[in-house]
């Protein structure tokens, strides 16, 4: 006897949220030191195990399972909370960026005055269960044990950046720190591990898709759809942050899967001072593995490949 199609995943998508999510981003974020001197509270809670009525829970995209919204994968995550020492001052608020480990300060619209437009003030998720978190919102700081100084970045314009025309490494609100920003070092890190170099010819062959590739790809799921062996043409890419990992609900150990098989792939390349295809040859174009679209920017991919 066969299951019916799709009734795993109707099955998987009625399960509760199994907190795994929550556990692998306590396995790779470390808490500053800051964390402890200010006794600073910390909420990061699945939706089974916390009080809250009103977390978001949606089936993964990849594997199907419920996941919570504190499971899923974002790419800033505000889940630290630093009360004021003074009752006219504003809270401090901290995160992490993706699976990075570094605690990193992220301020609220009312830490920058020209932001407010009457927003509600931030307050304390840990001991209010109408508040927050704010996960992808505010400005994007240095990470707190770092004694680098550098401009902060206003989430929403970091997450709609189209990265098939614009290099975040050479994207910055602020010129002044040099690029790419160091606020942005792990993000740009995440964007510039989804880059496959080619040569020409392998160029020719990726228009068929992922599979056409030679050597052989590892299996790349997401990208099942954008496979046809009669294409001649490469679509460009204009992936975004937002458009990758937010409209994505996808659990934190699918993300973690798929981007250590990017990595992998990326590490397979042959090490050289100039930009090399995984053939052997000279590299002319970057495809992305996110889309499977064409990377049309500046000549800043391949000054990266080379660094």
Not at 14 to 24: E, H, P, T, Y
Request: glycine residues 4%.
């Amino acid at each position: 006897m066969f299951p019916r199609p799709g009734s795993v995943d109707n099955l998987l998508s009625k399960l509760r949220c199994s907190g795994n999510g929550v556990a692998v981003r306590k396995r790779h974020h470390k808490r500053s030191t800051f964390f402890y001197a200010y006794e600073c509270t910390e909420y990061a809670y699945c939706s089974t195990t916390s009080r809250r009525s009103n977390v978001e829970s949606r089936p993964c995209i990849s594997c199907k399972v419920t996941t919570c919204d504190e499971c899923r994968i974002h790419c800033v995550y505000q889940s630290i909370y630093e009360a004021p020492s003074d009752p006219n001052d504003l809270p401090n608020f901290s995160g992490f960026v993706l699976l990075d480990p570094f605690e990193v300060a992220i301020l609220s619209p009312h830490h920058l005055p020209r932001e407010l437009a009457g927003l509600p003030a931030w307050r304390n998720p840990a001991t209010d269960s109408t508040a927050g978190p704010y996960h992808d919102q505010g400005f994007l700081d240095m990470p707190l044990d770092s004694d680098q100084a550098a401009a902060p970045e206003k989430i929403s314009d970091v997450l709609d950046i189209d990265l098939g025309i614009v290099s975040l490494r050479t994207w910055s609100a602020s010129s002044q720190f040099g690029f790419p920003s160091p606020v942005l070092r792990s993000l740009c890190k995440t964007v510039e591990e989804r880059k496959l170099m080619l040569c020409e010819f392998c160029s020719m062959e990726a228009p068929k898709g992922y599979k056409a590739i030679v050597p052989e790809l590892p299996r790349l799921p997401w990208l099942s759809k954008q496979i046809d062996r009669s294409a001649q043409v490469l679509r460009e890419c204009h992936c975004s942050l937002r458009s990758r990992i937010l409209d994505r609900w996808q659990c934190v150990k699918c993300y973690e899967n798929e981007e250590s098989t990017m990595r992998s792939i990326a590490s397979i390349a042959p090490g050289s001072d100039t930009c090399m295809c995984r053939c052997g040859h000279y590299a002319k174009r970057a495809v992305c593995m996110w889309c499977w679209g064409d990377i049309i920017e500046s000549g800043d991919v391949y000054e990266y490949a080379r660094t």
